[in-house]
Protein backbone atom coordinates (compact mmCIF):
# COMPACT_ATOMS: atom_id res chain seq x y z
CA UNK A 1 0.00 0.00 0.00
CA UNK A 2 2.94 2.78 0.56
CA UNK A 3 4.46 1.81 -2.42
CA UNK A 4 1.40 2.15 -4.19
CA UNK A 5 0.51 5.29 -2.40
CA UNK A 6 4.09 7.10 -3.22
CA UNK A 7 3.67 5.99 -7.04
CA UNK A 8 -0.10 7.64 -7.25
CA UNK A 9 2.00 11.04 -5.77
CA UNK A 10 4.95 10.42 -7.91
CA UNK A 11 2.45 10.31 -11.09
CA UNK A 12 0.29 13.37 -9.13
CA UNK A 13 3.53 15.37 -8.97
CA UNK A 14 4.61 14.65 -12.83
CA UNK A 15 1.24 15.38 -14.31
CA UNK A 16 1.40 18.53 -12.57
CA UNK A 17 4.72 19.47 -13.82
CA UNK A 18 3.44 18.47 -17.76
CA UNK A 19 0.55 20.93 -16.82
CA UNK A 20 2.88 23.53 -15.91
CA UNK A 21 4.90 22.90 -18.67
CA UNK A 22 7.78 21.66 -17.20
CA UNK A 23 7.63 18.13 -18.64
CA UNK A 24 7.83 17.45 -22.25
CA UNK A 25 5.32 14.76 -23.11
CA UNK A 26 2.85 13.21 -20.79
CA UNK A 27 4.34 10.88 -18.27
CA UNK A 28 2.41 7.36 -19.80
CA UNK A 29 5.38 5.14 -18.50
CA UNK A 30 4.37 6.10 -14.61
CA UNK A 31 0.85 5.95 -15.01
CA UNK A 32 1.10 2.41 -16.91
CA UNK A 33 2.88 1.67 -14.08
CA UNK A 34 0.34 2.51 -11.35
CA UNK A 35 -2.04 1.04 -13.34
CA UNK A 36 -0.27 -2.26 -13.20
CA UNK A 37 -0.20 -2.01 -9.18
CA UNK A 38 -3.97 -0.64 -9.17
CA UNK A 39 -4.87 -4.16 -10.88
CA UNK A 40 -2.21 -6.31 -9.39
CA UNK A 41 -3.76 -5.41 -6.00
CA UNK A 42 -7.43 -5.15 -6.93
CA UNK A 43 -6.78 -9.38 -7.78
CA UNK A 44 -5.11 -10.11 -4.36
CA UNK A 45 -7.97 -11.06 -1.32
CA UNK A 46 -6.93 -9.83 2.27
CA UNK A 47 -8.86 -10.26 5.24
CA UNK A 48 -7.30 -7.30 6.29
CA UNK A 49 -10.16 -4.85 6.97
CA UNK A 50 -7.98 -1.45 6.79
CA UNK A 51 -6.11 -2.70 4.14
CA UNK A 52 -9.12 -3.18 1.96
CA UNK A 53 -10.13 0.32 3.82
CA UNK A 54 -7.10 1.71 2.20
CA UNK A 55 -6.63 0.21 -1.08
CA UNK A 56 -10.33 1.45 -1.68
CA UNK A 57 -9.43 5.23 -1.03
CA UNK A 58 -5.88 4.71 -3.36
CA UNK A 59 -8.05 2.96 -6.03
CA UNK A 60 -11.11 6.44 -5.76
CA UNK A 61 -7.99 8.75 -5.45
CA UNK A 62 -5.97 7.25 -8.81
CA UNK A 63 -9.90 7.08 -10.73
CA UNK A 64 -10.50 10.83 -9.59
CA UNK A 65 -6.92 12.25 -10.35
CA UNK A 66 -7.55 10.10 -14.14
CA UNK A 67 -10.79 12.14 -14.89
CA UNK A 68 -9.44 15.08 -13.68
CA UNK A 69 -6.43 14.40 -15.76
CA UNK A 70 -8.09 13.66 -19.10
CA UNK A 71 -10.43 16.98 -18.59
CA UNK A 72 -7.08 19.24 -18.17
CA UNK A 73 -5.49 17.80 -20.91
CA UNK A 74 -8.63 18.80 -23.00
CA UNK A 75 -8.80 21.89 -21.69
CA UNK A 76 -5.14 22.34 -22.65
CA UNK A 77 -5.45 21.00 -26.11
CA UNK A 78 -8.50 23.69 -26.32
CA UNK A 79 -6.32 26.26 -25.46
CA UNK A 80 -8.29 27.38 -21.98
CA UNK A 81 -5.46 26.32 -19.55
CA UNK A 82 -2.34 29.27 -18.96
CA UNK A 83 0.32 29.17 -20.98
CA UNK A 84 2.68 29.97 -18.04
CA UNK A 85 3.14 27.77 -15.11
CA UNK A 86 2.19 28.85 -11.63
CA UNK A 87 4.82 28.77 -9.03
CA UNK A 88 3.63 26.37 -6.04
CA UNK A 89 0.22 24.89 -5.61
CA UNK A 90 -1.82 26.90 -2.57
CA UNK A 91 -4.40 24.65 -0.50
CA UNK A 92 -8.01 25.73 -1.15
CA UNK A 93 -9.22 29.16 0.49
CA UNK A 94 -11.25 28.43 3.13
CA UNK A 95 -13.31 30.76 4.56
CA UNK A 96 -15.60 29.74 7.87
CA UNK A 97 -17.71 32.57 7.67
CA UNK A 98 -18.33 33.03 4.34
CA UNK A 99 -21.33 31.10 3.90
CA UNK A 100 -22.96 33.06 6.57
CA UNK A 101 -22.05 36.10 5.13
CA UNK A 102 -23.27 34.92 1.73
CA UNK A 103 -26.84 34.89 3.18
CA UNK A 104 -26.99 38.33 4.02
CA UNK A 105 -27.02 41.07 1.69
CA UNK A 106 -23.77 43.50 2.40
CA UNK A 107 -24.23 47.11 2.63
CA UNK A 108 -24.43 48.72 -1.16
CA UNK A 109 -25.10 45.61 -2.82
CA UNK A 110 -28.18 43.63 -3.40
CA UNK A 111 -28.25 39.71 -3.59
CA UNK A 112 -28.89 39.93 -7.14
CA UNK A 113 -25.57 41.93 -7.85
CA UNK A 114 -24.00 39.55 -5.31
CA UNK A 115 -25.39 36.26 -6.63
CA UNK A 116 -24.05 37.58 -10.71
CA UNK A 117 -20.47 38.26 -9.14
CA UNK A 118 -19.60 35.40 -6.84
CA UNK A 119 -22.18 32.33 -8.15
CA UNK A 120 -22.25 29.34 -5.90
CA UNK A 121 -20.72 26.02 -8.17
CA UNK A 122 -21.70 23.64 -6.08
CA UNK A 123 -22.92 22.83 -2.34
CA UNK A 124 -22.42 19.83 0.06
CA UNK A 125 -22.80 18.70 3.36
CA UNK A 126 -20.68 16.13 5.27
CA UNK A 127 -20.37 14.90 8.76
CA UNK A 128 -17.49 12.10 8.68
CA UNK A 129 -15.14 12.32 5.50
CA UNK A 130 -13.78 8.42 5.85
CA UNK A 131 -17.86 7.50 6.07
CA UNK A 132 -18.39 9.62 2.95
CA UNK A 133 -15.91 8.71 0.65
CA UNK A 134 -18.29 9.71 -2.55
CA UNK A 135 -19.30 12.61 -0.97
CA UNK A 136 -15.37 13.55 -0.37
CA UNK A 137 -14.49 13.30 -4.12
CA UNK A 138 -17.44 14.70 -5.97
CA UNK A 139 -16.20 17.88 -3.61
CA UNK A 140 -12.83 17.73 -4.53
CA UNK A 141 -13.65 16.59 -8.67
CA UNK A 142 -16.04 19.57 -8.57
CA UNK A 143 -13.14 22.06 -6.51
CA UNK A 144 -10.61 20.85 -9.17
CA UNK A 145 -12.91 21.14 -12.03
CA UNK A 146 -13.71 25.06 -11.13
CA UNK A 147 -9.96 25.94 -10.63
CA UNK A 148 -8.98 24.10 -14.00
CA UNK A 149 -11.41 25.95 -15.65
CA UNK A 150 -10.40 29.42 -13.82
CA UNK A 151 -6.64 28.50 -15.00
CA UNK A 152 -5.48 27.84 -11.32
CA UNK A 153 -3.07 25.47 -10.00
CA UNK A 154 -4.68 22.24 -8.54
CA UNK A 155 -3.87 20.88 -5.03
CA UNK A 156 -3.30 17.18 -4.52
CA UNK A 157 -6.03 15.26 -3.05
CA UNK A 158 -4.89 14.59 0.56
CA UNK A 159 -4.29 18.06 1.06
CA UNK A 160 -7.70 19.25 0.50
CA UNK A 161 -8.88 16.32 2.19
CA UNK A 162 -6.72 17.40 5.33
CA UNK A 163 -8.54 20.87 4.72
CA UNK A 164 -12.46 19.11 5.32
CA UNK A 165 -11.12 17.29 7.76
CA UNK A 166 -9.82 19.94 9.96
CA UNK A 167 -13.18 22.52 8.77
CA UNK A 168 -15.35 19.33 9.96
CA UNK A 169 -13.28 19.29 13.34
CA UNK A 170 -13.81 22.94 13.74
CA UNK A 171 -17.59 23.80 12.59
CA UNK A 172 -18.88 20.20 13.36
CA UNK A 173 -17.26 18.93 16.44
CA UNK A 174 -20.50 17.78 18.07
CA UNK A 175 -21.08 15.58 15.41
CA UNK A 176 -23.01 17.41 13.06
CA UNK A 177 -23.20 17.86 9.65
CA UNK A 178 -20.65 21.02 7.92
CA UNK A 179 -21.83 22.27 4.35
CA UNK A 180 -19.08 23.01 1.83
CA UNK A 181 -19.49 25.47 -0.59
CA UNK A 182 -17.02 25.73 -3.89
CA UNK A 183 -17.66 29.32 -5.51
CA UNK A 184 -16.02 32.27 -6.69
CA UNK A 185 -15.28 35.35 -4.56
CA UNK A 186 -13.57 38.32 -6.80
CA UNK A 187 -12.89 35.97 -9.25
CA UNK A 188 -10.91 33.61 -7.38
CA UNK A 189 -12.69 30.02 -6.74
CA UNK A 190 -12.61 29.45 -2.49
CA UNK A 191 -14.40 26.73 -0.75
CA UNK A 192 -15.96 28.27 2.05
CA UNK A 193 -17.38 25.99 5.52
CA UNK A 194 -20.03 26.35 7.27
CA UNK A 195 -21.52 24.62 10.74
CA UNK A 196 -25.43 23.04 10.05
CA UNK A 197 -27.12 24.30 13.05
CA UNK A 198 -30.01 21.51 14.62
CA UNK A 199 -28.88 18.69 12.47
Known amino acids: MQMLEAEIKRLEAEYNMFFAG ?3 RLPWETRKHVEALVKR ?3 MSTKNTAERFRFGTLQARFASFCELWEKQLKAKEEGRLPGRPRQGVAPPSV ?3 TAKAADESPAGRSAEERGAR ?3 LHQSTLRDPSKEPDRLKELYHQLAEARAKAGETQIPFHRFAEVVRAQIAKHGGGGSE ?4 VEVKEGKVTLSAKALKGE
Open 118 to 120: EPV
Open 95 to 97: TPG
Open 22 to 24: RLP
Open 178 to 181: VAFR
Open 41 to 43: YDR
